[in-house]
């Protein structure tokens, strides 16, 4: 998951994206509006957290604009609490919900938890492909009755696999869902934790491999045939 905070107080900001990124979410910054909707054109985030009173372009503005060209995006404002009450019509705008400051980090993630989850649609929190299961909210996978000891980059991995099964999914994709804008594109930094990933998938002897690498277009999830043992008799 990747979020986006858009928030001109630095120290707030970089304290949620500290927090948000301790909690396995990738988090990107802008510190005004203008550098946000830039952001949010350009980058697909699964989740904005938006501050209303902002230079350059007013949160308001940024929140009709993404409600526009990205419908979906979920977006969590932040207002002062003098303004909460002209500000809530901000709702109207397109907001999914709203904190007023100041909030104690626990309930903004809480927020951010309810709002992923309601927004169920499209991303089911429990995940299941043949023997991989995952659990978006709990954070945790197993393949059949092991639990995998993943890091966050790696569950991030293998959860867009699992949304998107027998898709080819392309580094690019990758970097654009499970990364921040800390990751260097250039580097092969996906590449190194697909590996790493894919050790701890088939760790187990005799079985199937689940992660296709398809040659200069990215990954797939599907079961990669390795030679049956029963078959083999036949
Ligand atoms: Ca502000």
Aim: aromatic share 6%.
């Amino acid at each position: 998951m990747r979020l986006l905070v858009i928030e001109d107080e630095a120290d707030l900001a970089l304290a949620l994206a500290k927090g948000l990124r301790r909690q396995g979410y990738a988090v990107d910054i802008a510190y005004d509006g203008l550098a946000g909707w830039e952001l949010a054109s350009v980058n697909e985030y699964d989740l904005l957290i938006l501050d209303l009173n902002l230079p350059e372009m007013d949160g308001l503005e940024v929140c009709q604009r993404v409600r526009i060209s990205q419908p979906a995006l979920l977006i969590l404002v932040l207002t002062a609490r003098s303004q909460a009450e002209e500000r809530v019509a901000g709702l109207d705008q397109g907001a999914d919900d709203y904190m007023v400051k100041p909030f104690h980090f626990a309930e903004l993630s809480a927020r951010i938890r309810a709002l992923l989850r309601r927004d169920m649609r499209v991303r089911a929190h429990l995940l299941q492909y043949k023997d991989l299961k995952l659990d978006a909210n709990a954070r945790v996978a197993w393949r059949g009755n092991r639990r995998l000891e993943l890091t966050s980059k790696e569950f991030g991995i293998l959860e867009y696999l699992l949304r998107h099964p027998g898709e080819v999914v392309s580094q690019e994709q990758l970097l654009e869902h499970v990364w921040d804008m800390q990751a260097n594109p250039l580097t092969n930094t996906v590449r190194v934790h697909m590996n790493s990933l894919r050790r701890k998938l088939e760790d187990i002897a005799d079985t199937a491999c689940y992660i296709e690498t398809v040659v200069s277009q990215g990954y797939r999830l599907g079961v990669v045939a390795l030679p049956d043992p029963q078959e083999s008799l036949l």
